[in-house]
């Protein structure tokens, strides 16, 4: 368990040293960047490679604006990270705002109520908020889970037009965890864009990593290995564990059976070995970056403006800090399929495919 002192009240100690030393010069480092008070996250744990890399990008992102950051991690238990919230808030500690990731996204709505009423900046990160919390939240920052899981469609429903080994018929969808609003909504969308074109015969809450696609893989795939057409997991790394528990049932990836993933996560070697038929290149580094933007931008101008914004995917040009932030702000989720010139060549806010996808 922690407790922060407030910057007051190290302020009222230092003064008090001060008064005791009069005739002596106390140099004291506050921990503070350029006199600014910290940004604060709240955000599951970084044993996750993604959630190690978004911790990556909002710390050069702060680092490049002269912020301090403190990013408290959770494990994925909602009760956790709402006391976590309690501490902080009970320590007084003077913030220049908050990055908000919950866990549970409906549970966390107490913690994230708790935290607008400070009157600092509340971002809203990689889950889309909750209807009926519009009051609590300043600006949304990350991924638009929705288009994310549209991407991935096209992907596989491009990569089934053209197969001339297998029919695209049946098929599964392996999620994030039951709970993980972010998994639903991709999931959603997926199976709003392939109505009618594809059949899914079921569906299946996994986690997030290799370990856990494989888990399920290896249980629902081999009673219906004859029936399944192609698979579709929600980030790359589940991809890498269908992967293997396809092969095992003696099936081959990108000729029996179609993969695609919906995130890069962790290394590239299913696109390459083209055992998954695409991925988008949704990079945890650039949303944690573009969350720390978008906070700085909104303490800059105290101003938000109304609507969607989805940033250019430009492959050089990296999005101003200058100006509002909008009410919600996109990181770009290109497409990119299973071919090593296209991935060699690819390029993303001056990033490559290689920093922003393989870690």
Same mark, same amino acid.
């Given at each position: 368990?922690f407790?922060?002192?407030s910057?007051?009240?190290?302020?009222?100690?230092l003064l008090?040293?001060?008064?005791?030393a009069a005739?002596?010069l106390v140099?004291?480092?506050?921990?503070? %960047?350029a006199?600014?008070?910290?940004?604060?996250?709240?955000?599951p744990?970084g044993?996750?490679?993604?959630?190690?890399?978004?911790?990556?990008g909002?710390?050069?992102k702060?680092k490049?604006?002269?912020?301090?950051?403190?990013i408290?991690?959770?494990?994925?238990?909602?009760?956790?990270?709402?006391?976590?919230v309690?501490?902080?808030?009970?320590?007084?500690?003077?913030?220049?705002?908050?990055?908000w990731?919950?866990?549970v996204?409906?549970?966390?709505?107490?913690s994230?109520r708790?935290?607008?009423?400070t009157?600092?900046p509340?971002i809203f990160t990689?889950?889309y908020?909750?209807?009926?919390?519009d009051?609590?939240?300043?600006?949304?920052a990350?991924v638009?889970?929705?288009?994310?899981?549209?991407?991935?469609?096209?992907?596989?429903?491009d990569a089934? %037009?053209k197969?001339?080994?297998?029919?695209?018929?049946?098929?599964?969808?392996?999620?994030?965890? %039951?709970?993980?609003?972010?998994?639903?909504d991709r999931?959603?969308?997926?199976?709003d864009?392939?109505?009618?074109?594809?059949?899914?015969?079921?569906?299946?809450?996994a986690g997030?990593m290799?370990?856990?696609?494989?888990r399920?893989?290896?249980?629902?795939i081999?009673?219906?290995?004859?029936?399944?057409?192609?698979?579709?997991?929600?980030?790359?790394?589940?991809?890498?564990?269908?992967?293997?528990a396809?092969?095992?049932?003696g099936?081959?990836p990108?000729?029996?059976v179609?993969v695609?993933?919906?995130?890069?996560h962790?290394d590239?070697?299913?696109?390459?070995?083209k055992?998954?038929?695409?991925t988008?290149?949704?990079? %945890?580094?650039?949303?944690?970056?573009?969350?720390?933007?978008?906070?700085?931008?909104?303490?800059?101008?105290?101003?938000v403006?109304?609507?969607?914004?989805?940033?250019?995917?430009?492959?050089?040009?990296?999005?101003?800090?200058?100006?509002?932030?909008?009410r919600y702000?996109?990181?770009?989720?290109?497409a990119?399929?299973n071919?090593?010139?296209?991935i060699d060549?690819?390029k993303?806010?001056?990033?490559?495919?290689?920093e922003l996808?393989?870690?």
């Amino acid at each position: 368990m922690f407790k922060w002192l407030s910057v007051t009240s190290v302020r009222r100690k230092l003064l008090s040293l001060t008064t005791v030393a009069a005739g002596v010069l106390v140099t004291v480092t506050l921990g503070l %960047a350029a006199g600014k008070p910290p940004i604060i996250v709240f955000m599951p744990p970084g044993t996750d490679n993604y959630l190690a890399q978004w911790q990556v990008g909002a710390r050069t992102k702060a680092k490049a604006l002269g912020y301090d950051i403190r990013i408290i991690e959770s494990s994925r238990d909602q009760a956790e990270q709402d006391s976590q919230v309690r501490q902080q808030l009970a320590s007084d500690e003077d913030v220049s705002g908050y990055i908000w990731w919950p866990y549970v996204n409906a549970a966390g709505i107490g913690s994230l109520r708790a935290l607008s009423k400070t009157g600092k900046p509340v971002i809203f990160t990689n889950q889309y908020p909750i209807e009926g919390t519009d009051a609590f939240w300043t600006a949304y920052a990350g991924v638009d889970d929705f288009l994310n899981g549209r991407v991935a469609a096209q992907m596989l429903l491009d990569a089934c %037009a053209k197969a001339t080994s297998v029919k695209c018929g049946k098929g599964m969808i392996i999620t994030f965890p %039951a709970g993980y609003s972010a998994g639903a909504d991709r999931a959603k969308s997926f199976r709003d864009t392939v109505a009618g074109k594809l059949e899914v015969i079921q569906e299946e809450p996994a986690g997030f990593m290799s370990q856990e696609g494989y888990r399920i893989g290896s249980q629902i795939i081999p009673p219906k290995k004859n029936d399944i057409t192609w698979v579709y997991t929600e980030n790359d790394s589940l991809a890498s564990g269908v992967v293997q528990a396809l092969k095992e049932t003696g099936k081959t990836p990108g000729r029996d059976v179609l993969v695609v993933g919906g995130t890069c996560h962790g290394d590239e070697s299913d696109l390459l070995n083209k055992n998954i038929v695409g991925t988008g290149v949704q990079a %945890a580094f650039l949303e944690g970056w573009q969350s720390v933007q978008t906070l700085h931008k909104y303490l800059e101008t105290k101003q938000v403006k109304e609507g969607k914004l989805y940033l250019t995917a430009d492959p050089d040009k990296q999005p101003s800090d200058e100006g509002a932030p909008s009410r919600y702000n996109f990181i770009p989720n290109p497409a990119l399929a299973n071919d090593k010139a296209a991935i060699d060549t690819f390029k993303l806010w001056g990033w490559s495919f290689k920093e922003l996808c393989n870690y």
